[in-house]
């Protein structure tokens, strides 16, 4: 009797171990944009993931920021896009007005883990009550800058945006030509403008109800003549000097990484990717914010920096929330990314590297939100001022100034003849 009993025992934890490993074998299809380090962190998780769910295997397609929103956008559009897609928060308006865009998320609450984000931070990704999308870190833009370069020119942290631009004369002078402060990529310079213009005026570039530009000609004008008095004071390569050294990103550009190029005004999500690729003893630490005199306002951009979502066309949202449960709130999956996306929104993924003792309050990316929540900071966060068309278009501003085709009020003419239409475009 025992022996039959036993040999029953064995033949059902058999057959259950059958069941539990012979489970059809399921792909998804992950795509993201980052630096080799975001890129080579990303794929540690994927392998723990894998080692956790062994039925699951994940094929990870990743690239530069260069045409990556284009490439999802037609993907999109086709229904091809990968199951698991990092997104860009201003795609939302984009891409999802009706939220019907990406997989409701609510419908997968319990393996995705909303309950381990606030309600404020999920707010910032839900259209129509509909979940789009895991809010994976806070961004800000912040005055990066290469500690060793500075002391090198003899100059201090500006406070100011007349220290900024004067800063450029003293690098040229101590250091040579091919020194400079900053380096501005794309979105950065119009961030940048729209910064000083705001502290300057408080006012939007953008009327959300008319869908119009909201500078007059005279405003711009003057928002372009700081960007040109900038690259004339030697605070920036501009845009045919940094096309020099072929396209790709800046901070993987030889001058950057060589220190030639002093600073960032950029992202603080990307500050691990930036300081990782300089050579020692170049070390990469937050600046004081630069204000006008008397703004009462820094107008900064802050949002919601990145994002997960899942295709709406995806076969296996089930699956497709375990994997993201696990890149954000499971150790296993957030220890070996660290701060490579930022700071976590979400509350398990922050004590994971809290107890890791990755997330310290004096590591520059935690700063920057310090430094941010300091700051007098009312501009509102427009989305449109993300939107590829509408960067392209101060982009080609800026190119007819840096390479002299045009003077500042040609530019800002042919800019004005042309921005109302993209607005009513992406703003439909």
Avoid at 24 to 30: D, G, P
Avoid at 65 to 86: C, F, H, K, M, P
Avoid at 245 to 253: D, H, L, P, V, W
Wanted: charge should be neutral; proline fraction near 4%; charged fraction near 20%.
């Amino acid at each position: 009797m025992k022996t039959a009993l036993l040999f029953l025992l064995v033949c059902c934890t058999l057959g259950n171990a059958s069941l539990a490993f012979s489970s059809e074998q399921v792909e998804l299809r992950f795509s993201w944009w980052g630096g080799k380090s975001r890129n080579v962190a990303t794929l540690e998780a994927l392998k723990a993931f894998e080692v956790r769910y062994p039925s699951i295997k994940v094929k990870a397609e990743y690239t530069g920021w260069d045409g990556y929103s284009s490439r999802v956008t037609t993907q999109l559009n086709s229904g091809t896009e990968a199951d698991v897609i990092q997104t860009n928060w201003n795609w939302l308006t984009l891409l999802s007005r009706t939220g019907d865009g990406f997989y409701d998320l609510n419908k997968v609450s319990k393996e995705i883990g909303l309950e381990h984000y606030s309600p404020e931070s999920l707010a910032t990704t839900t259209v129509n009550g509909k979940v789009n999308a895991m809010p994976i870190s806070s961004n800000v833009m912040l005055f990066y800058y290469n500690a060793h370069t500075w002391e090198k020119a003899g100059v201090p942290f500006p406070t100011t945006w007349d220290e900024l631009r004067a800063a450029g004369q003293q690098f040229k002078e101590k250091l040579g030509d091919n020194y400079f402060p900053l380096v501005l990529s794309e979105q950065d310079a119009l961030m940048l403008v729209r910064s000083y213009m705001y502290q300057k005026y408080q006012k939007e570039m953008i009327d959300v109800e008319s869908k119009t530009f909201a500078w007059s000609h005279e405003e711009l004008v003057e928002g372009l003549t700081f960007y040109k008095s900038l690259m004339d004071a030697h605070v920036a390569p501009n845009m045919k000097q940094i096309a020099s050294f072929g396209k790709g990103i800046n901070y993987e550009m030889k001058p950057w990484i060589n220190g030639e190029w002093g600073g960032v005004y950029n992202w603080n999500a990307l500050y691990t990717a930036e300081a990782g690729n300089l050579i020692l003893p170049d070390k990469l630490v937050m600046g004081p914010y630069p204000m006008l005199p008397g703004a009462k306002d820094a107008g900064q951009f802050r949002k919601t920096a990145l994002m997960y979502s899942i295709s709406r066309h995806t076969k296996h949202p089930k699956e497709a929330a375990l994997l993201l449960n696990f890149l954000l709130n499971e150790k296993e999956g957030v220890v070996p990314v660290g701060l490579e996306r930022g700071a976590p929104l979400s509350q398990t993924g922050e004590k994971a590297l809290r107890d890791a003792g990755i997330w310290q309050d004096n590591d520059p990316v935690i700063q920057g939100l310090a430094q941010s929540a300091k700051l007098p900071n009312a501009s509102a966060t427009l989305p449109q001022l993300e939107d590829g068309q509408f960067v392209t278009l101060f982009d080609n501003a800026r190119e007819a100034i840096d390479y002299g085709k045009k003077t500042v009020d040609q530019a800002a003419t042919e800019f004005e003849q042309q921005v109302n239409r993209i607005l009513k475009r992406i703003m439909r």
